[in-house]
């Protein structure tokens, strides 16, 4: 049996509790107690007086492949972006390797960065899974559905029987948990989508989509269906406990509602939104209304990093701006949303330090400069810190980063490998 203490100047149980000068104690995967004194026969500990210790974050909408193509094309809107460089790009270059490195490199910044979980959703995502595993960060992984033909399947007539293998390869695995991942209402047929959802039911999966993003997509749904993307959604049945709805930007005050009384969990992706200038998600709204609002990074190319803590700040103050009321998002609401709440989209007892619940911890170096003094470690968390000031990393009872090192990534030769792809991207 593996046993070790995590020791914190702070430790942060949830976001309303702050223990003084506690000790988090592992034992195999699981937290088994949070104690004041050390026990003696524990020789092992991480962190230390001065450090914040805290649940270990929750990341709701990546696409992890796509850290290759982190400032690829930037400063255009999100279908330019998409169809003039994305799609095509893809369309040439992706392929099980360049999945497999993607993810690597996408697992190492994420764990560096605090992020302990992750739901993905991209083609090959076997190759995600297999990435996260060998890092040791849990993951939430959707192979894409869409109408059209991807880069892992020809021939989208068989996409719902793609998934149900893909699915079956992955369903009884501990760390990596497969969802169903459908891309969006204006992608799919309502026949695709139907399909899909009954998929994630038959599964008793996490059903995951890009919703509502921008109001061009919006208009486009409603061309085709006469219903707007959450509409067609509801019409279909596809909105319940299981959804986690990406983005959610361009909502009226009855979606939101529908939203809250179907219990859709929504990832909201403000970093991505502000640089594709897709607009603004109405979060205090979803939260007022009773959403259970998580946050996502969205892919690399959008973003342009996995940062989950400048992402979560960001958030905390982009809504203070956008309802001239700085009461608005409060920093215990903030840091809810990229633990608590994130567990609770995926359907995970994380998100929470607390005796039997995973041991998935993140420790903040409470010597960086920017972290001094300590007036409030919840405040640091979200105002003050970035993934930068990561110092330890623990999930599922595992250490994964030790004083700023992954000790599950060769880093050096992944920085070549990756490098090599790059070029091979510029070659065209
Ligand atoms: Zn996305």
């Excluded at 803590?309 to 700085?326: N, Q, R, Y």
């Excluded at 920093?331 to 949303?337: D, G, Q, R």
């Excluded at 003050?384 to 990561?390: D, E, F, K, L, P």
């Amino acid at each position: 049996m593996s046993r070790f203490a995590v020791q914190g100047g702070h430790v942060i149980t949830h976001a309303r509790s702050v223990l003084k000068d506690h000790y988090v104690i592992v034992e195999d995967s699981t937290i088994s107690a949070i104690t004041a004194d050390l026990p003696p026969d524990i020789t092992s500990v991480l962190g230390g007086p001065q450090d914040i210790v805290m649940p270990g974050l929750i990341n709701t909408h990546t696409h992890a492949p796509m850290t290759l193509f982190r400032g690829m094309a930037d400063d255009l809107p999100l279908m330019t972006w998409l169809q003039d460089y994305i799609f095509p790009a893809e369309a040439k270059h992706v392929n099980r390797d360049f999945v497999y490195v993607g993810s690597l490199l996408a697992a190492w910044e994420m764990t560096r960065s605090g992020t302990t979980a992750f739901c993905d959703g991209y083609f090959y995502e076997d190759e995600v899974g297999r990435a996260a595993k060998e890092v040791g960060i849990r993951a939430w992984i959707g192979e894409g559905i869409l109408q059209f033909p991807t880069p892992s399947l020809k021939d989208p007539k068989r996409t719902i029987d793609h998934n149900r293998s893909f699915i079956e390869r992955w369903k009884d695995d501990r760390l990596v948990r497969p969802t169903v991942f459908p891309h969006a209402a204006y992608t799919c047929t309502p026949a695709i989508l139907s399909a899909a959802y009954a998929l994630a039911e038959e599964y008793d999966l996490a059903f995951q989509i890009h919703l509502s993003e921008t109001a061009s997509e919006v208009e486009q749904v409603r061309r085709d269906h006469s219903m707007s993307p959450v509409e067609l959604l509801d019409s279909l049945g596809c909105l319940s406990e299981r959804t986690l709805a990406a983005h959610c930007v361009v909502l009226s005050e009855a979606e939101i509602d529908l939203l809250a009384k179907r219990k859709v969990s929504v990832s909201h992706n403000a970093e991505s939104n502000m640089k594709l200038a897709s607009g603004i998600a109405p979060v205090p709204r979803m939260i007022e209304a009773g959403v259970n609002v998580s946050v996502g990074t969205d892919g690399c190319a959008s973003n342009n990093n996995l940062d989950i803590i400048s992402e979560i700040s960001t958030v905390a103050k982009l809504h203070k701006i956008t309802c001239m009321d700085p009461t608005v998002l409060d920093e215990c609401t903030a840091l809810a949303m990229v633990t608590r709440n994130g567990a609770r989209a995926l359907g995970f007892a994380g998100g929470v330090l607390e005796p039997g619940r995973p041991a998935d911890i993140t420790v903040l170096d409470g010597k960086a400069p920017n972290m001094v003094p300590v007036h409030n470690p919840v405040s640091h968390v979200i105002y003050a810190a970035t993934g930068g000031n990561v110092k330890d990393v623990v999930i599922d009872g595992k250490v994964v980063v030790k004083d700023y090192r992954s000790l599950t990534v060769d880093e050096d030769a992944l920085i070549r490998e990756c490098r090599s792809i790059q070029q091979h991207i510029s070659r065209g």
